[in-house]
């Protein structure tokens, strides 16, 4: 599905800082998202935005502490900041330390603030960056884009792994074998699947369309009454085994504490890892398989030498291109706050 996006003439040079904050919305929510689920709230108030958590589109089955939703939030703040230095928009970012709230970040236009001309370079990869699902080319990953990648994450506190020989592929490859093994099996996790996945067709402004996964047409219909009435571990097992044996470069980010400003930098850190492979002529794939799982995420932990494993992804050149997923419009996901009194989500942290 075409992504559509507002004219870059559109953005409102000569407007106020909220009408400008506004506008950077609609390169957020080009972020991936767990199930495409696309969990991100931003909410106005006087002449801020603050990016909140969108509970209610939580998967509470596969992300039992909203994990990876805080991750999908982050990779959302890092594309309105490439945005913002797209568009000369000096931004003052306070991110929330505090493990309860739904409030992650707030934003406010500072003109003190410095420029970030490398985010810049960035902008033009947002609409090109896709999640594919299809196989890539043997040795299209080198080390010197590993070496840079991983520089980038280190930026944000996050350290990032990159496992290339047969060994190494081999015991990751295993772990993801065993979580989808046991994910499958259970009647929860499938049925919380099948209600993000949609045919080829739908209308659906989130989830995962059947074309994602290659799927036909037919299959595409088929698709949510299978995974909700069968359990398909063993072959989707095989299937993400080979995957990732045979892919370039499996890659795992990882941080030293497991707290919501770890999930947050994670996302950022993911979201510029991700575009930066883009331009690279990468693709990535996640596998975060074995991370939701509690017991397999300490075991690959323990396997690679990490405290805290945070997403899991395959890296290389694609056999095929991969279609984008559907977008919820900035409209969507933005609330207007300036009228309630008691809103007090702009005090600082």
């Not at 989830?207 to 996964?213: L, S």
Request: proline fraction near 5%; glycine fraction near 6%.
């Amino acid at each position: 599905m075409k992504r559509i996006l507002p004219s870059e003439s559109d953005f409102p040079a000569n407007g106020s800082d909220l009408e400008k904050l506004r506008f950077l919305v609609e390169y957020a929510v080009l972020a991936p998202s767990s199930h495409n689920s696309q969990p991100w709230l931003f909410i106005t108030h006087d002449h801020n935005l603050a990016l909140h958590a969108d509970r209610t589109r939580g998967l509470p089955v596969v992300d039992p502490h909203d994990r990876e939703l805080v991750i999908s939030c982050g990779c959302a703040l890092f594309n309105l900041r490439v945005a913002a230095a797209h568009f000369g928009v000096p931004l003052h970012i306070v991110r929330n330390p505090d493990d309860h709230e739904d409030r992650l970040a707030n934003l406010s236009i500072d003109l003190q603030a410095g420029r970030h001309d490398t985010l810049a370079e960035l902008f033009v990869e947002m609409p090109r960056r896709v999640t594919n699902r299809f196989p890539y080319q043997p040795g299209s990953v080198s080390a010197d884009d590993l070496h840079a990648l991983a520089e980038l994450c280190a930026a944000h506190g996050v350290t990032l792994r990159s496992y290339t020989d047969d060994a190494s592929r081999h015991a990751i490859a295993e772990r993801i074998a065993e979580a989808d093994k046991q994910q499958m099996a259970s009647h929860a996790f499938r049925r919380e699947l099948a209600g993000w996945l949609h045919h080829n067709r739908s209308g659906s402004l989130d989830g995962m369309p059947g074309y994602v996964f290659g799927f036909s047409e037919l299959a595409s219909l088929a698709a949510p009454l299978v995974v909700r009435t069968f359990d398909l571990g063993e072959g989707q097992a095989a299937r993400d085994r080979e995957l990732a044996e045979h892919s370039p470069a499996l890659c795992i980010l990882s941080t030293n504490a497991d707290h919501h400003l770890d999930w947050i930098r994670t996302g950022e850190a993911l979201q510029h890892l991700l575009l930066e492979a883009t331009r690279r002529g990468l693709a990535a794939g996640f596998m975060n398989q074995p991370i939701e799982i509690d017991r397999l995420r300490q075991d690959l932990a323990q396997h690679v030498g990490a405290r805290f494993p945070q997403v899991l992804l395959r890296l290389g050149k694609p056999t095929r291109e991969a279609k984008a997923t559907a977008r919820r419009p900035a409209d969507a996901v933005t609330i207007d706050a300036g009228l309630h009194e008691n809103y007090r989500a702009f005090q600082g942290f």
